[in-house]
């Protein structure tokens, strides 16, 4: 399954940030953005809106340009390698997952 977008960024991020030796607190005080958002961020758990992550990409003296470029040839790599696998091991669906779909239920009204 390909990464989401917001999980690539989050690496590029983080990789930026320890590149340069720096703390997320020291990110998160020059970008002025809670340490707890900036750590949701960097893991992917948070989509960063466009202001956020040109005040990160500020903070880190990264252009905005060039964290969306990796993050682009990054999601590009595992969609190469999507294409190239199985197509059973390109799901992650367990075939021994039941769903119950209930039965309609009309109701009357008075």
């Known amino acids: 399954m390909t990464a989401l977008l917001r999980e690539v ?3 590029v ?3 930026a940030r320890m ?5 997320l607190r020291e990110v998160s005080d ?3 953005v809670s340490l707890g958002y900036l750590s949701e961020v960097e893991r ?4 960063a809106s466009s202001e956020l992550l040109s005040a990160i990409c500020g903070a880190l003296e990264v252009p905005l ?5 990796d993050a682009g040839e990054e999601l590009g790599r595992q969609e190469l390698v999507l294409a190239d696998a199985p ?3 390109a799901t ?15 109701m009357a009204v008075a």
């Open 65 to 69: 340009s060039r964290v969306l470029t």
């Open 9 to 11: 960024i989050g690496d």
């Open 87 to 89: 197509a059973s091991s």
């Open 13 to 15: 991020l983080r990789r």
């Open 19 to 23: 590149e340069q030796g720096r703390t």
């Open 30 to 32: 020059d970008a002025r």
């Open 44 to 47: 992917g758990r948070k989509e």
């Open 92 to 106: 992650n669906i367990d075939v021994s997952t039941k769903v119950v779909i209930p039965q309609v239920v009309t």
